[in-house]
C-alpha cells in the first residue's frame, strides 16, 4: 500500500509539473543556526517577523550551561533577537494576537511572551 502511494503522489507531481505549473523560488533568511526545531511567522506585507528555537544542546538548561533560545528575526532587514535562553528543551512555537507560545518539552510547560515581553508559565507538569 505504501509504494502504491508513493507512485501515485510521483505520478500527480508529473502532472502538475506537465500541466504548466510554475516552479517555486525560494531565499536563505538565516544560516549557521545551531539546532533549529520550532518555526512561525507573524506580520503582514513586509513587516513579517520570523520567530524560531535553537537546541544545540538538548535537555541542558541554562544554568547548566545549556545554549538552547527563542530567536526572532526581522525578515525585512534581517535583524535577529533572542527573546529567552536556557530552557532545557524550546521546540514547538505559535503566535497569536501579539502574543508568542512555546513548549519546553524537557521542563514539561508551555511559555508565553506577551506583547510587552514578559515571559511567563501557562501551563506546567506536562508529560512529553
Given amino acids: 500500500m505504501k509504494n502504491k502511494f508513493k507512485l501515485t503522489a510521483i505520478a500527480a507531481l508529473a502532472m502538475a509539473s506537465s500541466a504548466g505549473f510554475s ?3 525560494f531565499r536563505v533568511v538565516a ?48 535583524f ?16 497569536s494576537r501579539g502574543e508568542l507560545y512555546w513548549t519546553c518539552s524537557s521542563a514539561g510547560v508551555i511559555l508565553k511572551r506577551n506583547r510587552w515581553g514578559a515571559i511567563a508559565p501557562i501551563l506546567t507538569g506536562l508529560r512529553r
Fill in 23 to 25: 516552479q517555486y523560488t
Fill in 31 to 78: 544560516h549557521n543556526l545551531q539546532g533549529p526545531t520550532g518555526i512561525a511567522v507573524a506580520g503582514h506585507g513586509p513587516f513579517k517577523t520570523l520567530y524560531f528555537t535553537q537546541v544545540p544542546t538538548p535537555g541542558v538548561g541554562g544554568g547548566s550551561g545549556g545554549t538552547n533560545s527563542v530567536k526572532a528575526m526581522n525578515l525585512r532587514f534581517g
Fill in 80 to 95: 535577529m533577537e533572542t527573546i529567552s535562553m536556557g530552557e532545557p528543551e524550546p521546540l514547538n512555537l505559535a503566535f
